[in-house]
């Protein structure tokens, strides 16, 4: 299995500012005939299912706000969210797709400080 | 605009089967090239996939689960279900049905909103 570790557990952040969580994998998710790396970010809020943020690693998905950032390649990949909202309190997690069984790093808490 | 909701059961007894239905709205599940999903979540903890079938009848079982889990599908009514047997309190989770848009190994753009299934006597 490939196993999908994020970093922080948990993290505090002001209104406006950067947030950043990192998301590294135990094996490369970059498929090269493609040149695609198979790894996504979703959003969840209590009680919600999880919300397609990124895939492809830096494709935003229609709809979502362009403070939402996704970048990195192979193994190691960043979340970026640019200027901290209110509304962005909440789980992220990365999960991969190149290999079966798709697997999810185990989540990122994001508190407003 | 496609929309999936689970149906279900919300307490199964310890040993016997859970059996989960998702009803597919604003799309069909035989789309070419879609494929459909079983993820679960216990209470409080990480996202788990479980299951995914395709179009054509495909499916795909996360080894941890395999010998316990049955994904179908009902083309009739539009909707996909999951079984597993042998149920213990571990199985206790949220359980979600989701679409991959072309192929299992994709991320997965709509979700139902989710079922509770507790194990318990």
């Known amino acids: 299995d490939i196993v999908m570790t994020q970093s922080p557990d948990s993290l505090a952040v002001s209104l406006g500012e950067r947030a950043t969580i990192n998301c590294k994998s135990s094996q490369s998710v970059f498929y090269s005939p493609n040149n695609k790396d198979y790894l996504a970010w979703y959003q969840q809020k209590p009680g919600q299912p999880p919300k397609l943020l990124i895939f492809?690693?830096?494709t935003r998905e229609p709809g979502v706000p362009d403070r939402f950032s996704g970048s990195g390649s192979g193994a190691d990949f960043t979340l970026t969210i640019s200027s901290l909202q209110a509304e962005d309190a909440a789980l992220y997690y990365c999960q991969q797709y190149y290999g079966l069984p798709l697997t999810f790093g185990q989540g990122t808490r994001l508190d407003i400080k | 605009q496609l929309q999936l909701q689970e149906s279900g059961p919300g307490l199964v007894k310890p040993s016997e089967t859970l059996s989960l239905t998702c009803t597919v709205s604003?799309?069909?599940?035989?789309?070419?090239?879609?494929?459909w999903g079983w993820f679960r979540q216990p209470p409080g903890k990480g996202l788990e996939w479980v299951a995914t079938?395709?179009?054509?009848?495909?499916?795909y079982y996360n080894p941890s689960l395999e010998s316990r889990v049955t994904i179908a599908t009902d083309t009739s009514k539009n909707q996909f279900s999951l079984e597993v047997s042998s149920v213990t309190a571990a199985d206790t989770a949220v359980y979600y049905c989701?679409?991959?848009?072309?192929?299992?190994?994709?991320?997965?753009?709509?979700w139902g909103q989710g079922t509770l299934v507790t194990v318990s006597s």
């Open positions: 492809w690693a830096s």
């Open positions: 604003g799309g069909s599940i035989s789309t070419t090239h879609y494929h």
């Open positions: 079938i395709s179009y054509s009848g495909s499916t």
């Open positions: 989701a679409r991959h848009p072309y192929n299992i190994y994709e991320f997965s753009r709509n």
